[in-house]
């Protein structure tokens, strides 16, 4: 795991000859999470084996507009993520913040320039981000989704929508005690990663595969089509095909038909899916996360999408301007998904990274 990016005095904006006195740690931690479309950041504590979020930001700052055409972060981008990056640095200075960990994932990735963004950032705010693999993106999807784990589980899907790219990654769950799989999950470990390694507690991620399609990316490709329902037909087609391989080894068959298969997914589009779902007027978490859905009840909120059209999208609760067009690819990659592996166990995960993050950081210091 890299090392904390808290103990270099990451905000000292000057360059004094001698070294500050660190600030002693108020047992808050922070994690940020820079993707393509947001910029979002958690300060939060840990108590038993949750955390209690103190303060928190988010904001959709569009970094990797203009990737796909340009293959490099526009100046546009750049500064308005930096705006919001100073907002995060206020943050974390106000709370004296020690532990934390900021990162940023598909879109400094493959852009040209992702690098040296990242140095024009810490010059600017004194921040400094990391740009982690996909390997990592993975593992942190997979330990924020711990909590939701049911007992009988014992092989676990994770699906974590991003703007640039989908991970996803297979969980063999066979050898731990039903009642001790939430928290073998959540202190899973990068070896536990498509080796053969013995993982703590018994935990094995046996496949993991980062598909640079996400709701901002796939979008981009498909957007020269004019008819809503065929960009859509072929946005959900192109990525089946791209994950048509993964996970062919794994007697799927078997496992559903026992119940013990249970596919987990996170991102605003599985939860704007279960809130159209629901019903709900305006989204609240604590009525989403943990939901469960089928693929024939994720199946016919698409076909409301697609019947509503963009207009219609624009003006439906929980779907809003900022959601209306990027809702469609997002939603072609759930169908994707639940079209090679149906499943009447979809549970609906309002986390991801950030949560991760926290997981991880907490569990280190052996505080969960």
Not at 154 to 171: K, V
């Amino acid at each position: 795991m890299p090392a904390e990016t808290a103990k270099k005095s990451e905000f000292s904006a000057n360059h004094r000859s001698y070294a500050k006195p660190k600030p002693k740690s108020n047992g808050l931690f922070a994690a940020l999470d820079l993707g393509t479309n947001s910029c979002r950041m958690l300060i939060a504590r840990p108590e038993g084996k949750e955390f209690i979020v103190v303060d928190a930001f988010s904001k959709p700052v569009h970094l990797g507009r203009g990737l796909e055409e340009h293959g490099t972060l526009s100046r546009d981008a750049i500064n308005r993520t930096i705006q919001a990056l100073h907002i995060c640095r206020k943050k974390l200075r106000n709370h004296n913040v020690v532990n934390s960990r900021l990162i940023a994932t598909e879109a400094c990735r493959r852009a040209r320039n992702g690098k040296m963004f990242v140095k024009q950032v810490k010059a600017r705010t004194g921040l400094e981000l990391e740009i982690i693999t996909p390997a990592e993106e993975v593992r942190l999807a997979a330990v924020s989704c711990a909590p939701h784990v049911a007992p009988e589980t014992e092989q676990l899907l994770i699906i974590d929508i991003g703007g640039g790219s989908t991970e996803l990654g297979w969980i063999d769950m066979t050898g731990v005690a039903p009642d001790q799989r939430s928290d073998a999950l959540r202190n899973m470990k990068m070896e536990c990663l498509k080796t053969n390694k013995c993982c703590p507690g018994g935990v094995q991620m046996i496949d993991w595969i980062s598909v640079p399609l996400g709701v901002a990316t796939l979008n981009d490709q498909f957007n020269d089509v004019d008819c809503d329902s065929a960009r859509f037909a072929l946005m959900s087609c192109a990525f089946e095909d791209a994950v048509a391989e993964f996970g062919r080894t794994i007697d799927f068959s078997d496992i559903a038909a026992r119940g013990a298969f249970q596919i987990i997914g996170t991102s605003g589009t599985v939860t704007t899916v279960a809130a159209s779902f629901k019903g709900l007027k305006r989204y609240e978490r604590d009525l989403i996360d943990g939901v469960s859905m089928s693929s024939d009840e994720v199946e016919t909120v698409t076909q409301e999408y697609l019947r509503l059209g963009m207009s219609g999208r624009r003006k439906a609760a929980c779907i809003g301007n900022d959601r209306c067009e990027l809702i469609m690819s997002g939603a072609a990659i759930l169908q994707g998904v639940l079209r090679v592996w149906p499943t009447d166990k979809l549970t609906v995960a309002d986390r991801g990274l950030r949560e991760g993050l926290l997981y991880s950081q907490m569990a280190e210091k052996r505080l969960m």
